[in-house]
């Protein structure tokens, strides 16, 4: 077994005894630290950032010198998987990630490349290996990667979109097709979510970003069964110890106990949804993680403690919660703000875990 100084993420993640509610955040390397800025403009790029291993140990090293995290997340991005089917990713300002190729008829599907990720996607493994050299055992590696239908929402729109009418389209019209792609990604993930676990990662999150933006019904069909797909295919342990899972759907509060039946050891939540009511609707079958809005780390650190204060409250006392937040720190968040947002878990939930 790896031995670990920290290990409260991966013990909260099975519902086993902490001291306290371990705490990270999504998006915990990003812009809003000044070291991250500096760092990314020495890069070149965001991909030339993403892809260079000590660069990305580097910023993903920065927020824990700032503060006790319980765990580091790999840096990296949720479209490398699409990237090395060919798409050609790349980065315009101001308008996030766009693609090259898109993917909207079967001569489309059939010209993505058969990726094997220790292979297409070994800069990310180089990544991981580098960061957990250096975190040596301080705490714990997140690994990550993009769910199906999100990846297909980019690969299919080829970019960002408002209103997801092409992909969504492509589910209705020619289901067929979207089935076919979504297979596809769910066996990529699930080979390059192992492939991050053999390189040294010790949990994993699937980010599933635009999953709520599907009906009931089509949340099933084309996004919750292929993470549970990939979930059945991960490896369950690596040195010895559990590698838990977790599942996070952007607006998927509303089918909280289905998305608690996939498989995995913890559900993410954003923050439109009350951790206390979550926590009454799945019981003990999974762990909770999240989370506080984002935008409350705009207001004062007295604001911050007291919101802090109220989802531990809500959740309540004993272990399954992992504090974070409802979605990524965006860019204009004081960082000193962000030291209020961790002192406050620090000290105020020890009290729940007696």
Known sequence: MTELANDRLLRALLRQPVDRTPIWMMRQAGRYLPEYRATRQHAGSFLDLCKNAELACEVTMQPLRR?????????????????????????????????????????????????????????????????????NGSVPLIGFSGSPWTLATYMVEGGSSKDFARVKAMAYDKPELMHQLLGLLADAVADYLAAQVRAGAQALQIFDTWGGSLS??????????????????????????????????????????????????????????????????????????????????YATPQ????????????????????????????????????????????????????
């Open 67 to 135: 503060y006790p995290m319980d765990a580091a997340i790999l840096f990296s991005d949720i479209l490398t998987v699409p990237d090395a089917m060919g798409l050609g990713l790349y980065f315009e300002e101001g308008e996030g990630p766009r693609f090259r190729k898109t993917v909207r008829s079967e001569a489309d599907l059939q010209g993505l490349i058969d990726i094997k990720s220790d292979d297409h996607l070994g800069y990310v493994m180089n990544a991981v290996r580098t960061i957990r050299h250096e975190l």
């Open 216 to 297: 009931a019904a089509a949340y099933q069909e084309f996004s919750l069964q292929y993470m549970q797909r990939i979930v059945a295919a991960l490896p369950e342990e690596a040195d010895g110890r559990t590698v838990p899972v977790i599942v996070f759907t952007k607006g998927g509060g509303q089918w909280l106990e289905t998305i608690a039946d996939c498989g995995a050891h913890a559900v993410g939540l954003d923050w439109t949804t009350d951790i206390g009511a979550a926590r009454s609707r799945v019981g003990d079958r999974v762990a909770l993680q999240g989370n506080m809005d984002p935008a409350m780390l």
């Open 303 to 354: 604001r911050i403690r007291e919101e802090v204060a109220t989802i531990l409250q809500g959740y309540g006392n004993g272990t399954g919660h992992v504090f974070n937040l409802g979605h990524g720190i965006t860019p204009g968040v004081n960082p000193d703000n962000v030291t209020a947002f961790v002192d406050a878990v620090h000290e105020l939930s020890p009290q729940y875990h007696q």
